[in-house]
């Protein structure tokens, strides 16, 4: 009895056009023309000297040999698949995809992610910084950071944040000709806003306070932008305190006032609800939850 196995391309050729009953949807699937198709089937039949297809009425069908032929190696295909999946797979078990906002992960993440990698040295981060904060959590994103409400659906979303927007401003302005002392000295400094003003106008309204001055002073688009600009002395910031911590801590900003006002959106880092169990997934979603409940801010203390 021969040994001999049939040459892979005439397999592949057999399977496609036995599962579809047909040429033209095997060849459209193995990317070839259906007369490459219909030319490995009669090599195919050669080398096993067995008819595998007949037509009736137009129509293809199996023979009962090419049936029972087929029965026998689709599994084979299968088992094929998934082993060249799971090789694949474990080929990046050491990585992961995060897609997170531009100022996120300048002001936070990346300056943290030596402290992962001592953990988990094994483990390769990408990071995606991505301005869109709808449906960043594609395929080839593992993790996302989101920011809003929630719920949304298909993800498992943890809160890591509650958003205190803090005024901030250079030290340099406590003591300038115009010194920023109260509330009320805002009005002899420009207002920095980030991607718009209504974050002032709602602090201002927190305070039961109001001034023109919040329809004036330059927009920016990113948060690490705004600390730039309230860093060299520029104006005075309403910015995310969890993003600001790091200049508060060096001196190199300060709060001038203790208002804080509380923002309804959060940050949440979330993955799809299948991927929750993948231990670099789980285990890098377990690392930031630690590393923001290290840095939560308790707006009593100013």
Known sequence: MST???PLNALKSFEASARHLSFTKAANELFVTQAAVSHQIKALESFLGIKLFKRKNRALLLTEEGQSYF?????IFIALQDATQKLLA????????????PSLAILWLVPKLSEFHKLYPDIDVRIKADDDEDDTLVDSV?????????????VHAQKIFTE?????????????EQPIINVDDLQHHTLLHDSSRKDWKRWYKSCALSSKKVEQGPIFSHSA??????????????????????????????????????????YYVVC???????PRIAQFIEWVIQAAEQEQFNPEAG
């Open 4 to 6: 001999r196995l049939p």
């Open 71 to 75: 029965l026998d190696i689709k599994d």
């Open 90 to 101: 474990q080929g990046e078990k050491g990585a992961i995809t995060v897609s997170i906002q």
């Open 142 to 154: 593992d993790i996302a950071f989101y920011y809003g409400r929630g719920p949304w659906p298909n």
């Open 164 to 176: 205190y927007l803090i005024p901030v401003c250079s030290p340099m302005l406590l003591t300038s």
């Open 225 to 266: 932008l705004v600390l730039q600009a309230a860093i060299h002395g520029q104006g005075v910031a309403l910015v995310n305190n969890t993003l600001a911590k790091p200049e508060l801590d060096a001196g190199r900003l300060v709060m001038p006032f203790e208002q804080v006002l509380v923002n309804k959106d959060a």
């Open 272 to 278: 799809r609800d299948e991927h929750l169990d993948t």
